[in-house]
């Protein structure tokens, strides 16, 4: 649909208070998968019913552009742009070269920006990998392990499995050198099996950027769907991951909660908003232009505005948006606020937080349980590694750092080999 609104201006004082991060949607929830476990694809009848035209419209892409460069404070020198979706390859390549034009067209000097395309990958063709490649665009691709456990819950609209056309997207983005990360979601099935997964997208994959998602599927007060994955279940599928990082995989395989834990155990703050003390800093934008609190509340409730309507900047400084952020802190239990990996958690995502804590009270994550056990295992090597790597030394030195080790001999200080990789699509 286009859009006769006329495009809003930015001035000084509808800049933003501090950076935020958008996740633009520009097909909205319309995809050529159908996941049983995706709980965007329901948006299409519950936000807009009877809409039939999905697509962003040129006149919405560049109030996007440009309003969203232009609301950022003073001092930002770079603007990530993420595109998702439903599936946003949808829109064509021909959006996506338009979007590039309007980023250089409305860019201030002395910044860059950065594209993120998070994709099922069927799609993908030459075409598209040679447009990516030319305009350095991060791709992630959304693939749950081996075949038997990738189609399980994630068939076309057929119902047929979506894993050899993933496999063959894959292989397209490395054949044209297109930087890639992994999504994996981990649920009841593939939770089962996390070394099976991690070696799969380690070695088949050949993925050196890991994201896991867990499933938590809410269906009543403190109940979970059958295909959620368990609480316990999730800190141990983790657990049984980090020891095969540990031992073989440190320096070469970015495994994002694992680099975030490293970085919160060297005093710096979360990097991921699931484990900030407060969030509302990363909004979603649909297809026309309405704005959301963030990607897992696109409800009614949490409209914020339109940036065809007001500016951007102004939108994520409202008091709606503020009291959206500071909930995540202020709504926290007496009995997270006691915890001893409180640093590590921060209670976790919110819209995981619907059952009650020991104590009665509402609010505990429902992954609590498999939070504490991944970092109780974790704790002692993800400090040990910190002091490594703030002496300048490799990070696979890291046992003699360990509490009870031997202290060794000074060694060389020998910067990591580490691949420096910018954040992948959330």
Known sequence: M???QPFIPVTPMSKARSTFHVLAKPIGPICNLDCDYCFY????KELYPGVRDFKMSDETLETFVKSYIQSQPPGITEINFAWQGGEPTLMGVDFFRRAVELQKKHLRPGQRFTNALQTNGTRLDDEWCEFLREHGFLVG???DGPEEFHDKYRPDKGGKGSFK??????RLLQKHRVEFNTLTVVQEDNGKHPLEIYRFLRDECQSDFVQFIPIVEGVGKGMVSTRSVGKRQYGEFLVEIFEEWRK????RVYVQLFEVLLGIAAGYPSSLFVHKKTCGRAVALEHNGDLYSCDHFVYPKDLVGNINKEPMGELMETDQQRKFGNDKSDALPDYCKRCEFLDYCNGGCPAHRHIETPDGDPGLNYLCEGYKVIYAHADPYLKAIARTVQLGLPPQNYEQFMPGATPAAPAKSIKSKRKKKRPGPR
């Not at 694809?41 to 299409?44: C, M, N, R």
């Not at 073989?248 to 320096?251: E, F, K, P, T, V």
Request: glycine share 10%; aromatic share 0%; no cysteine.
């Open 2 to 4: 286009q859009s006769n």
């Open 41 to 44: 694809l329901k948006k299409e």
């Open 141 to 143: 691709i959304s693939i």
């Open 165 to 170: 056309k993933v496999m063959q997207g894959l």
């Open 248 to 251: 073989n995989d440190i320096g």
